[in-house]
């Protein structure tokens, strides 16, 4: 009985109940998502995802330039003025941005010609209404967070998620195949953004009507350092993630993108729900052991054996069974996209082993490690990619990827090893 009023006292917290409804939510709108994917592969081509993938990667490097990463200042000053201050800085620079990825359209052709693919010509005017809709939530989203509306939050991240899916199965029933992906993408974030500013949202934005021009000044020079350091770190972090999709499409083409970007999404997806939540354990253990002054190498040499016990049988199961399961689950034509989650195995595997030792780099004050391990997985990558473009072997460039993510992993574990050992050494 002691257990159970425990529990129900600590359900009662109100750190513990926002971050329940945000995980929750965040989980039911990931699995919604990944379960369609079997509906929507066999409405869309390869081409059509590629073309998508394409898109998507290049609204999500130019939405990082939309707020300038002032998004995340919205949440520390203690002033409310100052706050929507802030708000309204992140609102400029996505205007400004926004306008200009509109006037881009202008040269749509000759962009759609760098990456030799005419198809994205037909969805390209649409960029400003993506990346005006991917800030506009970022910084709706540090807001809501500063005023606690994590209801919202959620009911955003489920919109989002079930007006994706819905759009894109409409815009494929009616016969828009070529654009039917961005399309439903862009009327699911209208969608969600909507639902989530009415009802009781409305008192909670009504700040946010207030314009202060030199709080505006002054807060952007205040956080200036999130455009000048913070941002360059992210944009590696982003160009990197979308290094295959970039560089690989003028090459290969959007059939073969598109199947890489479903391998790397049904790869990647459920594999990252579940670092970011080790992550957050690890780092909330090991602060304990930190004030406690207890070694924390057991804590993680248990996980990593555990971990391998579990996981290594099952990867060598799927690496059997992968590509007829993909063609069974998406259709016959996705056959090789199991083909290239199989390769992805290895590096899958030490991305679950290593990934949440990155806590590590936070708890002693490491950070400029971190963004060296992420200078380095870009080198890496990019070398990989480029030694297979050079062969012009898709399996190649995807193998090579593949060793280069998984080798910065490896690279990165002395560097953890040695935080451990020597803070173990000062017990």
Request: hydrophobic share 50%.
């Amino acid at each position: 009985m002691k257990i159970l009023h425990n529990i129900g006292k600590v359900s009662q917290n109100p750190v513990v109940r926002n971050a329940s409804k945000l995980l929750s939510a965040n989980v039911l709108a990931q699995l919604l998502g990944l379960l369609f994917y079997p509906i929507l592969t066999r409405l869309y081509a390869p081409a059509d995802f590629g073309l998508f993938n394409l898109f998507i990667g290049i609204g999500s490097i130019l939405t990082l330039f939309g707020t300038a990463e002032y998004h995340y200042s919205i949440a520390l000053p203690k002033d409310e003025d100052k706050a929507v201050a802030c708000f309204h800085v992140g609102m400029l620079c996505l205007v400004v941005v926004s306008v200009l990825c509109g006037l881009s359209s202008l040269f749509s052709g000759i962009i759609a010609g760098w990456f030799n693919t005419p198809e994205l010509v037909g969805v390209y005017p649409l960029l400003g209404l993506f990346v005006f809709m991917s800030g506009l939530w970022n910084l709706l989203n540090y807001w809501l967070i500063r005023q606690s509306g994590f209801t919202r939050i959620s009911v955003y991240q489920l919109t989002l998620s079930g007006g994706n899916v819905v759009s894109k199965y409409a815009f494929a029933r009616v016969g828009c195949m070529q654009g039917g992906l961005v399309l439903g993408a862009i009327v699911g974030q209208v969608i969600a953004t909507v639902s989530c500013l009415l009802g009781k949202s409305r008192g909670l934005l009504s700040p946010l009507w207030r314009v202060e021009r030199a709080a505006v000044k002054t807060m952007a020079m205040a956080y200036r350092n999130y455009p000048l350091y913070s941002l360059p770190r992210v944009l590696i972090n982003n160009v990197g993630a979308h290094l295959p999709v970039l560089l690989l499409t003028p090459v290969f083409g959007t059939a073969e993108l598109g199947l890489l970007g479903m391998a790397i999404t049904l790869a990647f997806r459920p594999i990252n729900m579940v670092v970011s939540s080790l992550y957050q354990v690890f780092l909330q253990q090991s602060g304990e052991r930190l004030h406690q002054c207890r070694r924390i190498s057991p804590m993680l040499y248990k996980y990593m054996g555990r971990m391998s016990l579990v996981v290594l049988p099952v990867f060598v199961l799927l690496y059997v069974v992968l590509p007829d399961l993909t063609g069974w689950l998406l259709g016959v034509e996705w056959h090789t996209t199991g083909v290239y989650i199989r390769m992805m195995l290895p590096w899958l595997y030490l991305t679950l082993l290593l990934s949440p030792m990155g806590h590590l780099t936070d708890l002693f004050m490491k950070q400029r490690w971190w963004l060296g391990f992420e200078i380095l997985a870009f080198v890496l990558r990019l070398f990989g990619l480029l030694l297979g473009m050079w062969q012009g072997s898709m399996s190649a460039t995807i193998g090579y990827y593949c060793l280069a993510g998984a080798l910065s992993y490896l690279l990165q574990l002395p560097c953890y090893l040695y935080l451990i050992r020597r803070y173990e050494h000062q017990l």
